[in-house]
């Protein structure tokens, strides 16, 4: 059997088999761009062996929902799942689930990867460890591996945002970090300290409430519950966050750590008050460091490549290609990286997997075009078809579902009302970008959680918004929004 | 996961000398860092929606209907009147350089500002003393 990917010279070459490489690699290849993906790991998905650390993800994949499986509009329904065409290789995540849950465990997430690799003919080459990067003269990217060089005219990272990360808190370097917590039956009868209060800080802290004596998280910052209360992340602070707020033993304290100190039996931290002014020195018998990841850029900063958060992700441009080097480009959840416009401070979903498996489809869409000149075929309007489409897509257009504000429809328009698909866009490459007459459709939320649809029109060059009112049923195919969009287009 | 901001970075600018290490150590974990190309837009004139942004590193300029106002850099911010207005920005804010902000939400500014008094009242110094050089102009 000849070798999938040996080294030498694509057009484009993949880093990385989690779902962000995956599915970068199947969009590419439906554009025909020739591409080798290569991986470190031995099979997809490799993040979903060890983390996270408690066996389950976040995000949910319904089996049953009022979407059809395999239909497009039920991507919105299942979070978890790779993108396709054909709808065959659609909703692998939950066919793998076994309904105990609305959310897979790792198992099921691994093995719905697995199938799509296999099944949607995503071929990686396994065991070949990216180690270095370099731009040749005539601008090509070679990328050193362990299984020789790959010499390329666009690279995609599909790194993950896997890199156990830690702050600079003196004396943090003797604490074990999140990925390194160990079966909860060895916390047992132990006051347990978590440098964190974030996602992984109460996943430990609600694995561990049946277990330690105690649990004890501390971090500069307060929980926001009003934030968590609309994100599906709620789940994993609501028992430890219910203990701490009835005085159940779990505390969750607001300080900012100064030192920690190894004792006799374990850790002593020296602190301050953050949302409470004064010193705070706690004693516990173990500690663990919930203080995020990074993204393992290797060498890129030597191509240019800025990152943001203390190093920690790559700082992007609106259609995910690094900051300083151009046709460096990610995938995956370091598509966080081009925040968008935050509209009313609300974030986009790119680090998690029904956020980004759309950035990647539209990131596979620009390489195609921009690189080598190759364009989708997409739909045309007759005059009167442009606002029924916007209309289906605003209440069903997973895209927009899943990617508020961060995403849109667009559609170009021509003379006498008639319209062509433009495909899916960065909403902030839209309200910038110069081009001809065209509108973007999209859906926001705002931080009291409202949804509601957003049109924007670009006419002569200058591009106005239009925010529609929210409907409890999002029924926005509805007669009346249909009669706005259409006012809308004539406008 | 929050993208937090670099404490150092934080307690060197003058809109949160008067704050302690742990108070600019709670502003960097809670808000967000993101940074700019040259030449991208971060404020935009008539859109809802926006936030409030204090530059970290580089410069912007505030351009009013294509013309350009004004310079800002290190330290100093934009975004504050529609922010707490709840109106859309009446200027763009371009990146003249690589440009790195601290983003405070539209929602979290005014509680922001009621646990950091000190950080309001240098805001409100700054605020004013821009009224008073464009009341000079006009």
Wanted: net charge negative; proline share 6%; hydrophobic share 40%.
């Amino acid at each position: 059997m000849a070798l999938t990917h040996p080294s030498g010279e694509y057009p484009v070459v993949v880093v990385g088999s989690g779902p962000g490489g995956l599915q970068v690699s199947y969009c590419l290849s439906r554009l025909g761009i020739e591409h080798a993906v290569l991986s470190a790991d031995d099979a997809p998905g490799g993040m979903f062996r060890s983390l996270p650390i408690f066996g389950r993800l976040l995000s949910w994949s319904k089996p049953d929902a009022p979407f059809e499986r395999g239909a497009r509009e039920y991507e919105w329904f299942d979070h978890n799942s790779l993108l396709a065409d054909d709808p065959e290789l659609r909703g692998l995540v939950p066919a793998e689930m076994n309904r105990d849950f609305a959310v897979p465990s790792r198992p099921e997430m691994e093995r719905g990867l697995a199938a799509f690799a296999e099944r949607a003919d995503v071929h990686v080459r396994y065991g070949c460890r990216w180690e270095t990067t370099r731009r040749d003269e005539d601008g090509s990217l070679v990328l050193g591996t362990s299984e020789g060089e790959y010499r390329c005219r666009a690279a995609v990272f599909a790194l993950g945002v896997t890199d156990p990360w830690k702050s600079d808190i003196p004396g943090v370097e003797d604490v074990p970090h999140y990925v390194e917590t160990l079966e909860p039956r060895a916390y047992e009868g132990r006051r347990v300290l978590v440098i964190g209060k974030r996602n992984s800080g109460f996943e430990i802290a609600d694995g561990l409430l049946p277990w330690a004596r105690q649990v004890v998280l501390v971090s500069p910052r307060p929980v926001q519950t009003s934030v968590i209360a609309l994100s599906s992340v709620r789940v994993r602070y609501m028992q430890p966050l219910e203990d701490a707020g009835l005085g159940g033993g779990t505390l969750a304290l607001d300080a900012a750590i100064e030192r920690v100190e190894r004792t006799a039996d374990g850790f002593r931290i020296h602190a301050h008050g953050t949302t409470r002014p004064g010193e705070v020195e706690l004693e516990a018998d173990a500690a663990l460091a919930a203080t995020g990841f990074a993204t393992p850029i290797r060498d890129l900063g030597n191509l240019g490549v800025q990152t943001v958060a203390q190093g920690r992700i790559p700082a992007l441009t609106p259609f995910w290609e690094a900051v300083g080097a151009p046709g460096v480009y990610f995938a995956g959840n370091a598509t966080q990286g081009a925040p968008g416009l935050r509209r009313h401070g609300v974030g986009a979903s790119s680090p998690a997997v029904h956020g980004f498996r759309y950035n990647a489809r539209v990131l596979a869409e620009a390489i195609a075009e921009r690189h080598f000149g190759v364009v989708p075929e997409r739909a045309t309007f007759a005059p009167g078809e442009v606002a029924r489409f916007l209309a289906h897509e605003l209440a069903h257009g997973p895209e927009l579902w899943a990617q508020k504000a961060y995403l849109a429809r667009v559609v170009a328009l021509e003379e006498g009302g008639a319209g062509r698909d433009a495909g899916v866009q960065p909403l902030s490459h839209f309200v910038d970008a110069a081009g001809p007459d065209a509108v973007a459709a999209t859906i926001e939320m705002n931080a009291a959680g409202s949804i509601y649809p957003v049109v924007y029109a670009r006419r002569g060059g200058a591009v106005t918004e239009h925010v529609l009112e929210p409907e409890p049923q999002h029924a926005y195919h509805g007669p009346g929004y249909l009669a706005e969009l259409e006012g809308l287009l004539r406008s | 996961m929050g993208n937090g901001a670099d404490t150092e970075t934080l307690g060197r600018l003058a809109l949160f000398a008067d704050l302690s290490r742990p108070q600019v150590e709670a502003i960097a974990h809670t808000f967000e860092e993101e940074m700019f190309p040259e030449g991208q837009r971060v404020l935009r004139q008539g859109f809802s929606g926006s936030n409030l942004y204090v530059i970290l590193d580089g410069e912007a300029a505030v351009v009013i209907d294509g013309k350009e106002r004004t310079r800002l850099g290190r330290g100093e911010f934009f975004g504050e009147a529609s922010t707490l207005l709840g109106t859309a920005p009446t200027a763009d804010v371009v990146a003249t350089t690589a440009l790195r902000c601290l983003v405070v939400p539209a929602s979290e500014l005014e509680g922001f500002l009621m646990a950091y008094p000190a950080v309001a009242i240098r805001m409100l110094k700054e605020a004013v003393r821009r009224l008073a050089t464009t009341l000079q102009w006009l």
